[in-house]
């Protein structure tokens, strides 16, 4: 239609299925260029008020309420990414994560190498500049056949490799391990001789793990003079633990010197031990080869400090290294037997359970003529190992980390090189779907979640229910050591040392729960909790204690 007012221009006659086509080829468009920015956006991002400062805070200082918006993100999300500082970190879960984070086949492309040479070893390891190039520079890998290209190089000269295949060795064969539970039950039982069959003792369950169990594990694997030697060192122990994330950080001195202070005694007396050890033992003779002897304590720590020192490192280094080892052994150890005693000895039905179970391992020590449990069939009772596997499914909580490599994908995201994968325990561990049972959520410890009944029948012909270990969930959901290359080398014993201190004290006495006492020594009305200020830093421990009556049963 022409237009009748001033200068025109001729429209074309629009027909309505000219109109339809283009509106909908337009529709068509924005659908497609919408598709294409989001899947070029990446996996979700997790909200960040602040850029890269509000999650990084808060990762830091509240780590709760961070993993908690962490764990909203990935109902519906396998991968999330966000920032902390410069780093573009990607959380992951669920089966394909975590195989990638985990598995054989990435071992070169996804390692905790730069975790280590970035944060572990200058602070924990007190290594310099210098010694840290030493790790950077040594591209051979972590396996036992190097990288292409690397082969060159001498086999004890191989850092990430020898370093964890001592401890992989050492620490995780079944014939060093034997000795070392031998050696804790001896240990531990010693220990608890000065509870007598005379007189009730009321005790803490707290000082309890925190003194003689851990005690005990130390004398263990760095032999008695450790703490001969500094008899406070349990003490200087406790307190390194509690600023190990904070040394971690590298909060400069300036701003905070308690945790470079505790630090610093905590080595010290690691050092007095060591030069002593060294000056002492005779590498040539009877002991090279043994499984334990007093100077060294364990087989693991001795080939440690062999290689060590044979690789050029310094007292100090060697002596912060077994700090770290130290660390490793107890930090995790030590709640989980204390949430384990607690959550047995608070529920009577549950205590009388786990007694008879015990009874079922309980032998007289050959050497001592005095009652004792037989070690490998207690790791096979079904309700203690349900009992194991719900505390360190509930308690245990941290991210494990690794640095991508070289681009990967999971569940069809790309991970950039440069960027950091984490696989959050809290997120895997307190799925509903996995663990949650109709009157158990995933939430609450649940002492059998882990048991299944089967009926079995007698030669008589009498038929009963047989309690059996089956873990509630699938593996990808639970991986307390984390896993791969980097995986737990101490897992098996720490089931072990933890099972035993746990069986010993609860078959050895009678127990009188007496009540739950807040950290300023004042009574409670509600029972423990994990103190949440632990959310990612590894064990969550109680955030109060209970006191106990025992009596040794005579
Ligand atoms: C309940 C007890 C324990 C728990 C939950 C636990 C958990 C872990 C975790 C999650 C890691 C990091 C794994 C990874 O990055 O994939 C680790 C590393 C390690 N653990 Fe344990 N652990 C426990 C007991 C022990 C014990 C008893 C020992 C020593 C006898 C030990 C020795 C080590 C060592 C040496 C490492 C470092 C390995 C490396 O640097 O690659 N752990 N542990």
Redesign the pocket.
């Known amino acids: 239609m022409a237009s009748t007012n001033g200068p025109t221009m001729a429209l074309p006659e629009i027909s309505l299925s000219y109109l339809l086509a283009s509106l909908l080829s337009l529709a068509a468009f924005v659908f497609l260029v919408l598709k294409l920015s989001s899947s070029g956006r990446g996996p979700r991002a997790l909200a960040d008020p602040i850029p890269r400062v509000f999650n990084t805070l808060q990762f830091m200082l509240n780590n709760h309420k961070f993993m908690i918006r962490v764990q909203n993100a990935m109902r519906d999300s396998s991968v999330v990414r966000c920032y902390l500082g410069p780093k573009a970190v990607y959380l992951v879960t669920g089966q394909q994560g975590l195989r990638t984070v985990?598995g054989r086949e990435l071992v070169h492309s996804v390692t905790?190498q730069e975790q280590?040479t970035g944060f572990a070893l200058p602070t924990l390891y007190r290594m310099k500049p210098d010694e840290v190039r030493r790790w950077e520079n040594d591209k051979s890998g972590v396996t036992k056949i190097p990288i292409s290209g690397t082969e060159h190089m001498p086999s004890r000269q191989r850092l990430w490799f020898n370093?964890?295949h001592i401890?992989a060795e050492y620490?995780g064969k079944p014939q060093y391990v034997k000795p070392q539970v031998d050696m804790f039950r001896h240990t531990f039982g010693t220990a608890l001789e000065r509870y007598s069959a005379d007189e009730w003792k009321t005790i803490s369950i707290l000082e309890l793990c925190r003194g003689e169990i851990a005690g005990a594990?130390i004398s263990v694997?760095f032999g008695p003079d450790l703490v001969k030697l500094t008899p406070d060192f349990i003490d200087r122990f406790w307190s390194f633990d509690e600023h190990v994330f904070s040394l971690v950080l590298g909060i400069p001195k300036w701003i905070n010197s308690a945790p470079s202070k505790a630090h610093d005694r905590y080595v010290a007396a690691i050092e007095t031990w060591l030069n002593r050890a060294l000056t002492k033992f005779d590498w040539e003779g009877p002991d090279a080869e043994a499984d334990w002897e007093p100077r060294f304590g364990a087989r693991?720590v001795r080939e440690m400090v062999k290689w060590m020192k044979e690789t050029g490192w310094r007292t100090e280094v060697i002596a912060a290294t077994m700090g770290?080892?130290a660390f490793?052994?107890?930090s995790?150890?030590i709640p989980?037997s204390t949430w384990m005693l607690m959550e047995i000895i608070k529920s009577p039905s549950l205590l009388q359970a786990v007694r008879e179970e015990l009874a079922t391992v309980t032998i007289t020590d050959p050497k001592t003529g005095k009652q004792t449990l037989d070690s490998q069939k207690l790791v096979t009772l079904p309700l203690l190992q349900s009992v194991w596997t719900e505390t360190?499914r509930l308690r245990?909580n941290?991210n494990?980390?690794r640095d991508v490599k070289e681009p990967i994908t999971i569940d069809g995201h790309t991970i950039p090189k440069g960027s950091m994968l984490q696989a959050p325990m809290m997120v895997a561990h307190y799925d509903e779907a996995t663990w949650g049972a109709p009157d158990h959520s995933a939430s609450e410890f649940w002492a059998e979640r882990h048991i299944r009944y089967t009926n079995v029948t007698d030669s008589s012909g009498k038929t009963s229910a047989s309690r059996q270990y089956a873990m509630a969930g699938r593996a990808t959901s639970y991986?307390?050591?984390?896993?791969?290359a980097?995986?737990?080398?101490?897992?098996q014993?720490?089931k072990f040392?933890?099972l035993m201190a746990v069986g010993l004290v609860l078959s050895q006495f009678d127990i009188q729960f007496v009540g739950w006492f807040k950290p300023d020594g004042s009574s409670s009305d509600h029972p423990a909790e994990s103190d949440m200020r632990y959310c990612g830093a590894?064990?969550m421990p109680p955030d109060r204690d209970m006191k106990i009556r025992l009596r040794r049963i005579s």
């Not at 991986?479 to 791969?484: A, K, L, S």
């Open positions: 985990f905790n280590m370093y964890e401890y620490l594990a694997l693991a770290a080892l490793a052994l107890n995790n150890s989980t360190l245990i941290f494990i980390t991986f307390p050591f984390g896993g791969g980097n995986m737990c080398p101490g897992r014993y720490a040392e933890v590894g064990a």
